[in-house]
Every structure is written in C-alpha cells, then in structure tokens.
C-alpha cells in the first residue's frame, strides 16, 4: 500500500512539461525518490537540470542520453 506522501510525489513527478514551475515541481518530487533510494543520481540530475526548463521533459532527455531505462519505465507503469 502506498502512503499519501508517495502518491503525491507520483502526481508531482508526472507534472506535464509546458506549466510555469513545472521544472521544480518534477524535480522536488524526483528528490524525495532519491532520498527514500528508489532513483539514481544519474536520473536526480537529469531532473535538476530540465528544473529551469518548464517545457523539457526529462523523461524524453533520459531516452535521448539512453540511461533511467528502469526509471522511465516505472513511471510510465505508475501512470497506468
């Protein structure tokens, strides 16, 4: 079961690239899944730089630079 705390940082970390602050808010909420263990560093950084960049999605940039494969697949099962 999953606590509300997570399921609010899934909502956050799938925000929609294009929305003002969308960068940081994908990015906070990538930061709390790298500090409970469940992202790597490489993924972590892929978030802080897209964070300045409302209309970049940093799952796209993660299939570009072809790491977070698990990661990127984990979100896009959480969306389902």
Do not use: H
């Amino acid at each position: 079961m999953m606590d509300d705390e997570t399921r609010e940082n899934w909502t956050l970390v799938r925000t929609p690239p294009g929305t003002e602050w969308s960068g940081r808010t994908r990015y906070a909420a990538a930061m709390f899944f790298f500090q409970k263990g469940e992202m790597n560093v490489e993924v972590l950084e892929v978030y802080r730089i897209c964070s300045r960049l409302d209309g970049e999605d940093p799952l796209d940039v993660l299939r570009r630079w072809k790491i977070g494969a698990e990661w990127v697949e984990r979100v896009r099962r959480s969306g389902t």
